[in-house]
């Protein structure tokens, strides 16, 4: 901020952190639940051996990782930051994304991801 009236971009700033430190908002059950059959729906299209099943699935592995820090009430701060948290704070689930995004989206892959990032209580 190179120049501030009325303390404008420090209370900007300030307003900023507190949501950050707040967290986003909390998922309902329902919520969850239907992102949930969103993704088996996906999953189940996924299956099929064409373009538009291959395309489904990498829109899963893409979405998922998404998915997996709305789930938890955690932010999203894009997928370089996100893999790096889950590498120190849930090395299980890096581990599965790591493993699917380097096997093309193996199906059985995407099927355990989509299974841990609903099933993570």
């Known amino acids: 901020i190179l120049f501030e009236e009325n303390n404008f971009g420090s209370k900007l700033l300030d307003e900023v952190k507190h949501l950050s430190q707040i967290g986003p908002q909390k998922m309902s059950f329902e919520e969850i639940k239907n992102l949930r059959l969103w993704s088996d729906k996906m999953l189940n299209r996924s299956r ?4 538009e ?17 709305d789930v938890r009430h955690i932010w999203f701060l894009g ?15 890096y581990n599965i994304f790591e493993s699917l995004y380097n096997s093309s989206c ?4 995407l099927e355990l991801a989509s299974e841990k990032v609903f099933n993570h209580r």
């Open 53 to 69: 099943g291959n395309y489904r699935k990498i829109w899963l592995a893409h979405d998922l990782l998404i998915f997996y820090f």
């Open 48 to 51: 099929r051996n064409d373009v």
């Open 79 to 93: 997928p370089k930051k996100a893999l790096k948290w889950l590498r120190e704070n849930d090395p299980e689930m």
């Open 106 to 109: 193996n199906i059985k892959l």
